[in-house]
């Protein structure tokens, strides 16, 4: 039962999983991500000319193949451009994007819509999935805009649209159009005075931290090292005392049994009579016993 729990779960997983990375695979997560209308003195296409564009930005984890989907500046039409089947380049890997050239010359290649940016009024601008009928992302773009000015997201794929100066056509928005914070902090601690005292900061401050986990450390392992020699200390203790009862006991029996065995008690058999041996000298002293004995004579 448990097996056929944990097979079970782990299809479960897979289909989850395998759904996850179908849906990341979907147009539906393509987002338009930067517009330019006037193209005056700015990028230039694979004819060399200078025409409006139009940017996709895929943010999700997998592949995304916009062949068969449409672009439209038109909010009746929305299968004005349908991107052509077939061009492997259709296929907008994670996080990149895909640039299309708004020079109403469709026959110019997979990259080139069929309608232009005015730059007299507002542009709509609208992604459609291949069905035609679903709506994936659009934009309005206001009017007056200036030459060589991009209108798109602050960040690649978020809500927040503005005039990008650094225009930044396929590669990230961010990255141009924001200075770095190497750049930034290079500008205002020129001299490294702020980088030199928070250098100093962050080395004091590790120093506290180690002096203050080695103390608490050092406090502890003493400790635990004196627990375990008091508890020691008792177990030895205790043995040594329970030894010394054990010993007085068996001596205690030893000197019964020794008396029962030499017989030295009188008739009455709970009385213990010690006769005191009278001796005008002791034994220890005497020199008798350290004297040779004389030969006897025949």
């Known amino acids: 039962m448990k097996a056929i729990c944990k097979k079970s779960g782990t299809s479960l997983l897979f289909v989850l999983l395998f759904a996850a990375g179908m849906q ?50 038109d909010s009746t039409n929305p299968r004005k451009y ?50 035609g009928r679903t709506l994936v992302d659009k934009i309005i773009i206001p009017a007056g805009q200036e030459a060589d000015i991009s209108y798109g997201r602050r960040i690649d794929g978020k809500e927040e649209w503005a005039h990008l100066t650094k225009v930044s056509p396929s590669t990230n928005n961010l990255t141009l159009d924001m200075e770095t914070k190497m750049e930034n902090f290079r500008e ?10 928070i250098a100093m900061m962050v080395v004091f401050l590790g120093l506290i931290v180690l002096y203050t986990f080695f103390k608490y450390i050092g406090k502890s392992a003493i400790e635990m090292s004196r627990r375990r020699a008091q508890r020691a200390s008792e177990a030895e203790n205790g043995s040594s005392s329970e030894a010394l009862e054990s010993g007085e006991i068996v001596a205690a ?46």
């Open 24 to 73: 990341a695979q979907q147009a539906t997560s393509v987002r338009i991500n930067e517009v330019l209308v006037i193209n005056k003195d700015n990028f230039v296409d694979d004819y060399g000319k200078r025409s409006g564009w139009i940017e996709l930005f895929n943010p999700s984890a997998g592949t995304v193949n916009v062949a068969g989907c449409y672009l439209t500046n």
């Open 253 to 298: 029996i030893s000197l019964a049994l020794h008396e029962v065995n030499e017989d030295v008690h009188d008739l009455e058999n709970t009385v213990l009579t010690m006769h005191k041996v009278a001796r005008n000298y002791s034994p220890w002293s005497s020199k008798i016993y350290g004297l040779r004995n004389q030969p006897q004579k025949k």
């Open 188 to 197: 205002k601690d020129s001299n490294g005075i702020v980088m030199t005292i």
């Open 82 to 131: 349908p991107i052509p089947k077939g061009d492997v380049l259709t296929k907008i890997p994670p996080r990149q994007h895909a640039l299309f050239w708004a020079d109403g010359i469709a026959n110019r290649g997979t990259f080139h819509v069929n309608f232009i940016l005015d730059p007299n009024r507002e542009n709509y601008v609208a992604f459609y999935d291949a069905d």
